[in-house]
């Protein structure tokens, strides 16, 4: 028996034993809303040490590293040198490189642009612990795993480039001259999620803000507050602490005079369930009504900013608040605006990314690709009203019969949902995209497919699948069978007829299409490349503004021919750095698929798309 197949073998055993509830949740505390959390920014000035060998981790016969190695000490090396003349340090973390984070290392220096590996950070920091409190240290992300300690204790490890995780730093916070310090490693492996190879610039780093978060012994840990498709507003908290049992817990939202209270159960969780209030404004793209909702237990006082919306199928259609909704979107990356982004994604980063969709586009959806994007997005999103796609990076090559990869996608999968449930963006959680068909895909899938529901049955659930292509008939046909589509809500398709292959553009129209009819059909990915100000109005090639916004008239008319077409997030808002793209003087490591450039100019297919969304939505 081969290894491949023992491997299936064993994924497939555990799909089978796993009770179709149990979840795979992160290890730590969830710390829902914990942006909103009063807490220390620990962003700012840090220093950084390049790793390229790992020896900070392991010595070279992989041995544990030995003394002058281990960037996680807590030694002032120059101290310790000065001494002993015989002590051999081959690092000095406190007087190393500095930077500025969240940023990636890439933008660090010149010579960090195309580093991938093991990079550790250090800052030095004071703090001021109370007695009686828990602090723990909260990463919005680090790209891809990372590890942590603090005054040379080891707090942690986390895998995963773009969702947040927590460690406990209770009792070992000093109140002056701490030192955290944090093992980011960029590199990739045949099991990690995202794979190897993508379409997409890896940014390594600490990549968004880093905050010590200090809170009561026994504290709201998690709440998720909703509106249920039956119409009651319904709320889950669970709280965390050694009193977290029959505690009592207030919900209130004082703009509807609005106050329920309940007990925890043992475990010290509580539900509560009762009738949306008269004067609730639904959330919708036209009026993105939020509300401040706060939940106090104890000297604990929690709160959220939260929208109340359903998001429902109906046969071939999306239903917003029980009507029809096209989706009129774009795909985005997390990648600012500018020359030389870092993937820092500033309030004012996201609003910028997101105001070309909304107010330039005419959109009401996002599809945030291709792994969960900064929580400033998804507060831009709920604020400007935008419908979000949210997924997760099993994407492409995923190593779909290796269970420790199931275990890895399932857990950041749990980490982007109980972040992000409470955002009332969220219409959308995808489970992949473009993965080829095979039996431990589909067993893969169908599990996290099965976690979003026991995660978030309020929400649709959704992947971006692939087609099959046949050329023997008097037309092109695209056949889309995927067997994943019967655990989906909504379907998605990445096409680029067009753009591969040898398709002319004034044969796109004639192609046909056949897709189930039974379930809303999303495009997830349309697109062409071109670069901005490169003009051939008279024979315009590919890579031209002409041909581009070409395409997007013929590919539109194609779409607008199938009987489910439910809506679209063309590939993508904008030009984002991409190693596999290197045609010199054209891509430079660009990807040019963007309506507008890298620096925000925009191209010809932008007003195309813009004037048939300004169509749609009238007609809507």
């Known amino acids: 028996m081969t290894g491949a197949l023992l491997r299936l073998l064993a994924a497939l055993m555990l799909l089978v034993a796993a009770p179709l509830g149990a979840q795979v949740l992160p290890a730590g505390p969830v710390l829902a809303a914990a942006d909103l959390r009063e807490g220390q920014s620990l962003d700012g000035e ?78 030095r920091f004071d703090a001021a612990p109370r007695a009686g409190e828990r602090q723990f240290v909260r990463f919005g992300a680090a790209n891809y795993s990372a590890e942590v300690w603090l005054n040379g204790k080891r707090l942690g490890r986390h895998e995963g480039g773009f969702t947040p995780f927590a460690f406990e730093a209770t009792g070992v916070l000093r109140p002056t001259g701490n030192r955290l310090v944090v093992g980011v490693d960029s590199e990739p492996s045949a099991t990690s999620i995202p794979p190897p190879v993508t379409d997409w610039e890896n940014y390594g780093g600490l990549t968004r803000s880093v905050r010590l978060i200090s809170l009561p012994a026994t504290f709201v840990d998690d709440a998720w507050v909703r509106l249920e498709r039956d119409g009651t507003i319904a709320a889950d908290i669970a709280l965390n602490g050694a009193d977290s049992a029959g505690r009592e817990v207030t919900l209130r939202v004082d703009a509807l005079k609005l106050a329920r209270t309940v007990r925890t159960d043992a475990r010290g969780r509580a539900h509560l369930a009762f009738a949306r209030p008269p004067k609730l404004a639904l959330w919708s793209p036209d009026k993105p009504a939020l509300y401040d909702v706060e939940i106090n237990a104890g000297a604990d006082h929690w709160r959220d900013r939260i929208g109340f919306k359903t998001i429902a199928v109906d046969g071939p259609r999306i239903l917003l608040n029980g009507k029809p909704v096209f989706l009129r979107g774009v795909a985005i990356h997390e990648e600012e605006l500018g020359p030389n982004p870092t993937r820092n994604l500033t309030p004012e980063a996201a609003r910028a990314l997101l105001s070309l969709a909304k107010d330039g586009l005419h959109a009401n959806y996002v599809r945030l690709a291709h792994y969960p994007h900064n929580e400033t997005m998804l507060r831009a999103a709920d604020e400007l009203g935008l419908i979000v796609w949210s997924e997760i990076p099993v994407y492409w090559r995923i190593a779909f019969d290796d269970p420790a990869a199931l275990e890895t996608a399932r857990r950041m999968l749990a980490e982007n949902i109980l972040r992000d449930r409470n955002r009332a963006s969220i219409g959308l959680w995808s489970v992949a995209n473009e993965t080829p068909v095979s039996d431990a895909r589909n067993a893969f899938l169908g599990r996290l497919a099965a976690d979003v529901r026991a995660l978030d049955p309020t929400r649709l659930v959704t992947a971006a699948l692939l087609t099959n292509r046949d050329d023997n008939g008097a037309v092109p046909v695209l056949t889309m069978n995927d067997p994943l589509a019967a655990s989906l809500d909504v379907m998605a398709i990445n096409t680029y007829n067009g753009w591969y292959g040898g398709d002319r553009l004034e044969n796109l129209a004639k192609i046909e299409w056949r897709v189930p009819q039974d379930k809303p059909l999303l495009f997830s990915e349309v697109g062409a490349g071109a670069l901005a100000g490169l003009h051939q109005p008279a024979n315009p090639a590919k890579f031209s503004e002409e041909y581009q916004a070409e395409y997007y008239r013929q590919t539109l008319a194609m779409l607008s021919r199938i009987p489910n077409f439910d809506g679209l997030s063309p590939w993508i808002l904008k030009d984002f750095r991409s190693p596999r793209r290197q045609r010199p003087e054209i891509q430079d490591g660009w990807n040019r698929k963007g309506l507008v450039s890298e620096t925000g100019q925009r191209k010809l297919a932008f007003d195309v798309l813009a004037e048939w969304y300004a169509a749609r939505a009238k007609a809507q």
């Open 46 to 123: 840090w220093t950084y040490s390049i790793d390229p060998y790992r020896e900070g981790a392991a010595g070279f016969h992989g041995e544990p590293a030995g003394t002058g190695h281990r960037r996680y000490d807590d030694v002032d090396v120059a101290a310790k040198s000065a001494a002993d003349p015989l002590a051999l340090y081959e690092y000095d973390m406190d007087r190393s490189p500095k930077a500025v984070l969240p940023s990636s290392w890439l933008t660090h220096a010149p010579e960090m642009r195309h580093y991938q590996g093991l990079v550790w950070y250090q800052k």
